[in-house]
């Protein structure tokens, strides 16, 4: 049997081939055709018209999305051939759904019954998503306009796939070898093992000298820009990494057509579907209102962060010329001024930190949060994996029934693409008198253990890793924990884009607390938990540079947010152009004039974040004035407050998309979202 056509229990990953994804999809898209048409014969009920094509779209979005983790984090040529090949059949179908006029008829004679007024409130929700999802997927335009509706959204896909594969290939293309060990002063010791490592795998032929090998790769890439002393190793990495997929490389990984293409395609969705511009249809899902409200609230954060992100500056330039002897602060000197500014100021240094954070620690204490805020149980248990760093573990609620599974798959590979996120594998939902519990992916790009597999140090994870990690976590509980029963809005399923990230980022706050801190830390030599004045001086350190790294990412957000609202590409300006405006009014550092940011900001070109990454800083307020609850908690009772996260469960984790996220979080606070905790949180309001 087609592996992929298995849905009997968990995802056979160990049976998956390239093979099977052509004959799969095929016959998953066939079955969904025919769910389509049965369904326009059967009456507009829920029960005969509704969940038959739940259950074939369900079958279809989980083979797929199969296929779409192994091209994420086992990316390899017979892969990428047969996830390429069945990536347009795919999005074709979903598209012909989106615009079947009559299955829009039959939602919409759904609506209009006695039987809509009795469905569930999770049920109603969904049927209007899908009325809603109807007119943004063309179902209301004529038969010409619909065509080249599907056109657009098929070239989309693509280009979005190529723009993502085009920065792999350009960052696993670039590496430098390193022969003077005088140019590697300052770089950690971990950092240069691996880089060692590295070369020697390389080469097969060694002429006996030492050698030492560094990436784009995140966890090689940045330490050499935070602590190399040689100033041209730091400047000859920035630079490859700042054009990445650029017309500095190679022609055929040059992402600047496509992202021309993108808008322009984009815009002329917008245009079909009548609406002014490709924000205003991005937003109409969302929490926020208009384009507007948007690039309001992003003006406000920017005002109060400005002042400081200049005094951040300024500092920083001081310190720079005073210290270090750098006349000019150039992009690949504000990382490792930043580093050694930090480590005076503070007195430590990531790698410092690093050493009480191994990967069974922080795993350990990660899970004991989630357990004492949730009274859930977290233990390992077996399935087939991708690769054999994965671990799978499966959750019980108190010591009750088990709830879900998630794998976890830590480290950074080449076949692996870049960044952190949490996918959804299997999602909670009834089927008859059984519940089918949900499985997610969580996948981040940490550092692996140094040394053979056997005998050599545990993975050593810095507090930002150890934050990342928390974060997804985060989001695989919103999907985990959810107590709804249909598809379309359990989990995270059916929840606003910018109200998403609320689970996500108020999981990060437990991991700056004493208490969870103190208990998850364990020195990888000593065994000793992290000192308390290492701890105040990381806490202090928190909001070091808070205003830069607000402004950076309001001035993402505002470049997002006109290039979807305003931007014409064929007004005779370039989307670097208008990058340069936005940051000429945002930044206070400005980048050199050869990055190219846009070539590789996958969020919102190969991503579903456009016209959507102001979500972050959206759902930083509410996760952060969420998160206050349990402040004003541990006066008493301390922030692992199981009333509070009970409550935190019931009102926004269990309910999913089965209600407005604006709803959900009056429920929770008892009151509108303010943006004071926020800006407390980052130290830019009195304490
Ligand atoms: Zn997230």
Redesign the pocket.
């Known amino acids: 049997m087609n592996p992929l056509l298995d849905f009997s229990a968990l995802p056979r990953f160990d049976r998956i081939k390239p093979e099977h994804v052509a004959p799969a999809m095929d016959e998953l898209l066939a079955a969904g055709r025919r769910a389509v048409e049965a369904s326009l014969e059967a009456p507009a009920t829920w029960n005969d018209f509704v969940a038959p094509l739940e259950d074939a779209n369900e079958r279809l979005s989980r083979a797929w999305g199969q296929v779409a983790h192994l091209h994420a984090v086992m990316d390899r040529p017979s892969l990428r051939e047969a996830y390429n090949a069945a990536l347009p059949k795919v999005s074709q179908y979903w598209t012909e759904l989106g615009q079947n006029l009559q299955l829009f008829q039959k939602y919409r004679e759904l609506h209009r019954s006695a039987e809509f007024q009795a469905l569930t409130p999770a049920r109603k929700r969904i049927v209007e998503n899908a009325l809603r999802d109807f007119r943004l997927g063309g179902a209301e335009l004529p038969l010409e306009k619909k065509q080249r509706y599907a056109d657009v959204q098929e070239e989309l896909a693509r280009l979005s796939a190529k723009f993502s594969e085009n920065i792999l290939d350009a960052t696993n293309a670039f590496s430098l070898l390193i022969e003077e060990e005088g140019r590697l002063s300052g770089i950690p010791a971990d950092v240069l093992q691996a880089a060692r490592e590295a070369a020697q795998k390389d080469e097969k032929q060694t002429d006996g000298k030492p050698k030492w090998k560094f990436t784009l790769h995140m966890p090689s890439y940045l330490p050499v820009l935070q602590y190399a002393d040689d100033r041209s190793l730091r400047a000859a990495l920035y630079r490859e990494s700042a054009t990445r997929a650029s017309e500095f490389g190679r022609p055929e990984w040059d992402n600047t057509p496509l992202i021309a293409r993108i808008v322009e395609l984009r815009r002329e969705i917008a245009s079909l579907l009548g609406y002014a511009n490709y924000a205003e249809v991005s937003l109409t899902p969302k929490m926020a209102q208009s384009p507007a409200q948007v690039l309001a609230f992003l003006d406000d954060l920017a005002r109060h962060a400005r002042p400081f992100a200049e005094k951040d500056a300024d500092e920083l330039r001081t310190f720079a010329r005073q210290e270090l002897k750098l006349e000019t602060l150039e992009a690949w000197d504000v990382p490792y001024a930043s580093e050694k500014l930090r480590s005076k100021r503070y007195a430590f240094s990531d790698q410092e930190v690093k050493q009480y954070f191994p990967e069974d620690a922080v795993l350990q204490g990660l899970f004991r949060v989630a357990q004492a805020l949730y009274q859930i149980d977290i233990v390992p248990a077996a399935a087939p994996v991708w690769h054999e760093d994965v671990r799978f573990f499966e959750i019980r609620d108190g010591s009750g029934p088990v709830i879900g599974h998630f794998y976890i798959d830590l480290y950074a590979r080449e076949t692996k693409r870049g960044g952190a996120w949490m996918d959804d594998a299997i999602t909670r939902r009834r089927k008859g008198a059984e519940i089918q519990t949900p499985v997610a992916y969580l996948n981040t790009n940490f550092s692996r253990p140094l040394g053979s597999p056997a005998g050599g140090k545990p993975a050593l994870f810095t507090h930002d890793e150890v934050l990342t990690l928390f974060?997804e976590f985060g989001?695989g509980l919103h999907h985990l924990l959810t107590r709804v029963e249909d598809l379309g809005v359990s989990g995270i399923n059916g929840v606003e884009w910018d109200a998403v990230?609320l689970p996500?980022q108020f999981m990060e706050n437990f991991a700056w607390e004493w208490d969870v801190l103190r208990g998850m830390t364990r020195h990888v030599d000593t065994g000793l938990p992290i000192p308390r004045s290492l701890y105040e001086r990381m806490l202090a350190a928190k909001n070091f540079q808070s205003g830069l790294a607000m402004l950076r990412q309001i001035e993402f957000a505002v470049f997002d947010m006109r290039l979807h609202a305003d931007f014409d590409p064929a007004g005779g300006r370039s989307a670097r152009d208008l990058l340069e405006e936005v940051r000429g009014r945002i930044a206070v550092l400005r980048p050199p004039a050869f990055n190219r940011f846009a070539n590789s900001f996958s969020h919102i070109f190969a991503g579903g974040y456009a016209a959507g990454y102001y979500s972050y800083k959206w759902a930083e307020v509410l996760s952060a004035d969420a998160y206050s609850v349990f402040e004003e908690m541990s006066e008493s009772q301390g922030v692992l407050d199981p009333r509070a996260g009970q409550r935190f469960r019931e009102e926004i984790l269990a309910v999913g998309g089965s209600r407005p996220a604006a709803e959900s979080f009056r429920a929770f606070r008892g009151r509108e979202p303010r943006v004071e905790a926020l800006l407390r949180h980052n130290g830019m309001i009195g304490a």
Do not use: L, V
Request: glycine share 0%; charged share 25%.
């Open positions: 974060h989001h990230e996500s």
